[in-house]
């Protein structure tokens, strides 16, 4: 008699190999961590800029920068975008702030963003004086707002 394996048998082990790694893809999700690890990289980045706000108006006797508008909503002004590099003309324009890197070693840049003079984040003055920085391409219907 001879020993080995079906024809069935080699099927049927493939085939229950093909529906394990299935589910073990769909329960890791690459897509939704990889959302996550943006959105962490968000929150570490708004967090930066509005620390780096703040440092400066301890040293410039409690004043923001100039350059931050006043309005009723982070991102709902264009105007509001924080420019990322020196073409700074409809953003604001914060590089008082990474000015000999005193206050950030460079402006951070959404992860989503490869390109153009935008930041990604955004940033305004409520009328309380309230200083709030937030990230509107958050992934997985998250909101990344600070405010201080």
């Not at 529906?19 to 959105?39: D, F, H, M, S, T």
């Not at 400066?56 to 100039?66: A, E, K, Q, V």
């Not at 508008?69 to 702030?97: M, P, Q, R």
């Not at 992860?111 to 309230?130: A, M």
């Amino acid at each position: 008699m001879k020993k080995g394996f079906t024809l069935i048998e080699i099927l049927l082990v493939v085939a229950a190999i093909a529906i394990l790694a299935g589910i073990v893809i769909i329960a890791i999700n690459p897509a939704k961590q990889l959302a996550e690890v943006r959105n962490a990289q968000r929150w570490e980045n708004v967090n930066t800029i509005l620390n780096g706000v703040y440092q400066y108006s301890i040293d410039h006797n409690g004043d923001l920068p100039t350059t931050i508008n006043e309005n009723s909503s982070c991102a709902g002004y264009a105007v509001n975008e924080i420019c990322y590099g020196s073409s700074c003309a409809s953003y604001t324009n914060l590089s008082a702030l990474t000015t000999e890197e005193v206050y950030l070693v460079g402006m951070p840049r959404d992860p989503s963003i490869s390109s153009g003079s935008g930041s990604g984040y955004f940033i305004h003055k409520t009328e309380y004086d309230r200083v709030e920085v937030c990230a509107p391409e958050a992934e997985l219907e998250e909101t990344i707002s600070v405010k201080r």
